[in-house]
């Protein structure tokens, strides 16, 4: 399963794929002259992001990293399903659907605080963003979220997960005791 990143989770993604013992392979990311985002999956990258389920790494953070994760989620569903319409060049390579398996990792989620309505007409901004993601994708784990009941009903299966035990831990063993 190779773990893959735009530009907002690189080390995380690279250091994730180093522990899975699998593939890290680097999503290409740029903006334009007039600041639009760009991604695309590196054509050598195509046949191993079609041959397996792939875990994304990418955050909601700011609001480019929003952005810039619907785009990479978006390039690779249409790579897995083997859509080529809208190509204006050719396309040498396979083109069946593959099916499912594209897994969203959010080491930060952009909003989280933005969980309910203090006024009529408000948007609840965590949930918004939770629905466009999971349009796109067919798992997704966030770490260390704010209220992970706002994310409930999301089409996407969900996984809340914390660091909190690794942090405990590392304070523990590396800490003075007579620092607590």
Known sequence: ??????????????????????????????????????????????????????VLVSNTFPDSGIMQTLFL??????????????????WEGETHDVGPGIFLAIPYYGYARQDKRFGFGESVSAKLVADLISELCDGVVILDLHAPEVLGGMEADIEFVSSMPEIAESL?????????
């Open 73 to 90: 989620l978006g390039a690779l569903r249409d790579v897995r399903k083997g859509d080529l319409s809208s190509l204006k060049g050719d």
């Open 172 to 180: 523990r063993r590396d800490v003075s005791p007579d620092l607590f």
């Open 1 to 54: 399963m190779p773990v893959l990143s735009g530009a907002s989770g690189v080390d995380i993604a690279s250091g994730l794929a180093v522990i899975l013992g699998t593939q890290y392979v680097a999503l290409e990311s740029r903006r334009f002259p007039d600041g639009e985002a760009y991604v695309r999956i590196p054509p050598e990258s195509i046949e191993s992001v079609r041959s397996e389920s792939v």
